[in-house]
DNA sequence: CCTATGATCATCT
DNA sequence: GATGATCATAGGC
């Protein structure tokens, strides 16, 4: 499981660690389960005007400025359900934003429920909740419960990229995306070329768009 | 491979 | 009334 101690870091310290988790949720009809590949940070100290509690806190907000170790659920384009781990101390609106898994476990139900070539039954935030059966009712739940964070057994192997977050229109200089690089399950997306690697230890700096294009 | 667009609605201006 | 942390589809190259 995951400690809400771990989750009280700094919000750039937590996403790249939560790649390699595990997301499970148990269901009358069996468990659903995936390996995190892909997060986006939104940062609560005010320099992030891409993040939900930019403006303050609100009614659709309030799971961000709550306890670390809870879920932050919402609508998304009025379609959609997009699924965060709320971080920091509480009182700061900051989470880390769940945007593709490799399926693990469930994945006749996952195609039941997605109806589309398995490459594609994760990849994206708005797939991965449909996928896991992850409802707005998930809102302020605990990492702990039926839906859950599972820390991997061992320490990742693959490499960690840092770059821009996808669907965003405002701070899109600002590299919080990570994902795993060159894993299959990654949404795919023509940013993903504008990433690179983050090394063990390192946050990501902020890069302005004009020199991240030409990778000066 | 890529980019463009409609669907759909809670939230905020 | 406009916006948006998305998705699926359509069409161009």
Do not use: Q
Not at 9 to 29: I, M, N, Y
Not at 58 to 87: D, E, I, K, Q, W
Not at 173 to 195: E, G, I, K, M, Q
Request: contains cysteine; positive net charge; hydrophobic residues 35%.
């Amino acid at each position: 499981m995951i400690p809400a101690r771990f989750l009280a870091r700094p919000c750039l310290e937590v996403a790249p660690s939560l790649l390699g988790c595990t997301l499970l949720h148990d269901l009358p009809g069996g468990r659903r389960a995936g390996r995190i590949v892909e997060v986006e940070a939104y940062l609560g100290d005010g320099s992030d005007p891409a993040s939900h509690s930019h403006r303050g806190r609100t009614a659709r907000n309030g799971s961000m400025f709550g306890p670390p170790g809870r879920f932050y659920v919402y609508r998304s384009m009025g379609l959609h359900c997009c699924l965060n781990v709320v971080c920091e101390p509480e009182g700061i609106g900051a989470a880390v934003l769940v945007r593709a898994l490799e399926p693990l476990r469930g994945i006749e139900a996952m195609r039941r429920s997605r109806r589309r070539p398995d490459r594609e039954l994760a990849n994206g935030p708005g797939k991965l909740t449909a996928a896991l059966a992850i409802r707005l009712a998930h809102d302020g739940a605990s990492v702990r419960g039926s839906l859950r964070l599972v820390a991997p057994r061992r320490p990742l192997r693959e490499t960690v990229h840092s770059g821009p977050r996808i669907g965003i229109t405002r701070a899109r200089d600002l590299p919080y995306r990570f994902f795993l690089a060159d894993n299959p399950w990654v949404s795919r997306s023509p940013l993903n070329r504008a990433a690179s690697p983050v090394r063990r230890g390192h946050l990501p700096r902020a890069v302005s768009p004009t020199r991240a294009g030409r990778g000066a």
